[in-house]
C-alpha cells in the first residue's frame, strides 16, 4: 500500500547516502545545467547582438522550448523501451556537436537568427530526450522513501550550476567573446557525457525482457494514463498554464534588462543568479519542511507567490525590486519542482514513468514556446502604443495575472482529499 499523503516518505532514514550511483548522475546533471545555465543568457543576449525587435529575440527562445511540444512524448516512448542511460548518452553526444558548430559559425562571423533557431530547435530536442530520461531513472536509483531529498540535490544543483554559476559565467564570457561562451556549453555537454560512461548497471525499465507493443500503442497508453489520472492531469494543465506565463516573461527578460534596468551583459548575468540565490535556498530549505505541508496547500502558495511578485515587477520596473522578487521567484519554484516531482514519482509506475514524465511535459513544458512567441509578439504588438518600456512590462503584467488565476483555481480544485486518495490508491513502484 502507498505511503499514507501527510508523511510523504521523510520520516524513514532521510539522512541516509543516495549512493554513488546517484551521486554520478547528479554529476552529469549538473554540468549538462551549467552549459544550459550560459545559454540561458548566451543565447537571447547574442540574438539581440543582430536584431533588437522583441519577436525575433523571442523566436529563438521559443526555438529551445518547442521540443518540448513536438518530441517530448517520442522520447518518452524511447525511454520506457530502451537502457535509458545510453540514451542520455546518446543525446548529450549529439548536443556537443551541435553545440561545437554553433561556436564554429559564431567566431567565424556568420551568425544568423534562422541560424540560431535552427541551432535551438535542435539542440533543445537532445535537451528533451536527455532532461526527461533523467527524471525517469531517479527512482531506480533512489529508495522510495529519499525522492524528497533526491529531488532536493536535484533542483539545487541544477539552480546553482544554471543560473547562480552559470548566468554569471556567460556574463564574463560574452564580455570576451560570444565565441567563448558557445565553446564552454560543448565542453560542459562533453564532460557530461563522459561522466555517463562511468555509471554502470543495467539501467533498462522495469518492462524490459517482456514482449513490448507498438510505438503507438504505448504512447496511447502513456496518454490515456496522465489524462484519466485525477490529479497529474489537472497538474499538468495548470504547469502549462504557469509555464506559459513564465515564458511570457522570459521572451523579453534581455530587452526588459538591457532598455528598462539599464543593465549590460555582466549586470544582466549578475541579475539572472539573482533568480537561483533563491533557488538554492529553496532546495536546501524545502526538503526539511515539505513533509509538513500538504502538496495541496504548497502549490496553491507559490502559485501566489509567482503571480504576486510577477506584477510587482511590472508595475514598479527598477532593479532593486526585481531582485527582490526574483529572489522569492527562484524560491517559489523549487519548491513547485520538489513538490510536483516528488507527487509524481510517486503515483507513476516505473513501467509508465517515463511515458507519463514526457506526456505531462508535453502539456506543461510545451506551453514555453507558445509563452515566448506571445510575450514577444504583444510586446512588439504595443511598443508604438504604450511605449517601449510599458510595452516591455506587459507580459509581467499579463503573467502576474494568469498565476494569482491558477492559484485560486489549484485552491478550489485540487484539494487535499482529491490527492490523498490517489496517493493512497497508486502503485507501488
Known sequence: MAEKPTRTGAESSPRQPLGRRFGTLLGAMGLGNLSDGIAVVALPW????????????????????LPWLLFALLAGVVGDRVDRRRLMMAAAGVKAVLLVALTT????????IPLLVGIALLVGTCEVFFDNTAQAMVPALVPRQRLERANGYLQGVERVL????????AGMLLAA??????GAQAALVFLALVCLLSLRGDHHPATAGQRRP???????????????????????LVSGASNLAAAMMAAVLVLFAQDVLGVGPQGYGLLMTVTAAGAVLGALVVPSFSHRVHPATALTVVLAILGTTALTVGLTRAVPMFVLCYLFTGFASTWWNITMITLFQRLTPDRLRSRAFSAHRTLSWGMLSVGMALGGTLASTLEGVLGREWALAVPFLTAGTIGLV?????????TRQVIDRALNEAEPT
Open 105 to 112: 559559425t559564431v567566431a567565424l562571423g556568420a551568425g544568423s
Open 406 to 414: 491558477l492559484a485560486a483555481v489549484v485552491a478550489l480544485t485540487l
Open 46 to 65: 547574442y540574438a539581440a547582438t543582430l536584431t533588437d525587435d522583441p519577436f525575433q529575440v523571442a523566436l529563438v527562445g521559443a526555438a529551445t522550448r
Open 214 to 236: 507498438g510505438i503507438r500503442l504505448m504512447l496511447r497508453e502513456g496518454l490515456s494514463w496522465l489524462w484519466h489520472h485525477p490529479v497529474l492531469r489537472l497538474t499538468a
Open 177 to 182: 567573446s560570444t565565441a567563448w561562451a558557445f
Open 162 to 169: 544554471n543560473k547562480f554559476l552559470g548566468a554569471p559565467l
